[in-house]
C-alpha cells in the first residue's frame, strides 16, 4: 500500500546518486531493507519515505540529488503549496512554512528546513 505522504517526501528529498545506484541494485537482488537503509544513510528520508524511494528506484525513477531538483519536484506535484510556501516566505514566516511543508509532505525537518531554504533562494547554513 502506497503512502501519499511517504512517497511525495520520497520525491522530493535529496538522495546522492551513488547512493541512489547502490540501492536500486540491492532492491535488484531483493534487498529491499538495505537498499532503503542505503538511502537513508547520509539523506533526510525518515523509514516510509525511504521504502519509497526504493519502490521509485526499482520502477526505474530517479530522486533528486539537490535541493534545487526536489524543489523542482515539488512544483510539479504540488504547484498551489509552492505558492502558499512563497506567500509565507514573503511575509516573513519561514518556521511557518517548514511547518506547512512537513504536515502536507511528510518531509524530514532538515529536509523541509533545506528546501524552504532552496524556495527563498537563500544559501544553506551547514
Known amino acids: 500500500m502506497t503512502n501519499t505522504k511517504a512517497r511525495t517526501a520520497a520525491l522530493i528529498t535529496p538522495v546522492g546518486r551513488d547512493?541512489?545506484?547502490e540501492a536500486r541494485a540491492l532492491a535488484a537482488d531483493g534487498r529491499t531493507g538495505?537498499?532503503?537503509?542505503r538511502l537513508r544513510r547520509g539523506s533526510w528520508l525518515k523509514r516510509g519515505p525511504a521504502r519509497e524511494a526504493v519502490e521509485l528506484l526499482a520502477g526505474g525513477h530517479t530522486l533528486p540529488t539537490s535541493n534545487a531538483q526536489a524543489l523542482a519536484a515539488l512544483r510539479q506535484l504540488d504547484a498551489g503549496l509552492v505558492e502558499e510556501l512563497t506567500a509565507l516566505l514573503d511575509d516573513g514566516q519561514q518556521i511557518a512554512a517548514v511547518k506547512?511543508?512537513?504536515?502536507?509532505?511528510?518531509?524530514?525537518?532538515?529536509?523541509?528546513?533545506?528546501?524552504?531554504?532552496?524556495l527563498g533562494g537563500r544559501p544553506a547554513e551547514d
Open 19 to 21: 547512493a541512489q545506484d
Open 100 to 118: 506547512l511543508l512537513r504536515e502536507r509532505t511528510g518531509i524530514d525537518l532538515a529536509g523541509g528546513y533545506h528546501l524552504v531554504l532552496e
Open 34 to 37: 538495505k537498499a532503503a537503509r
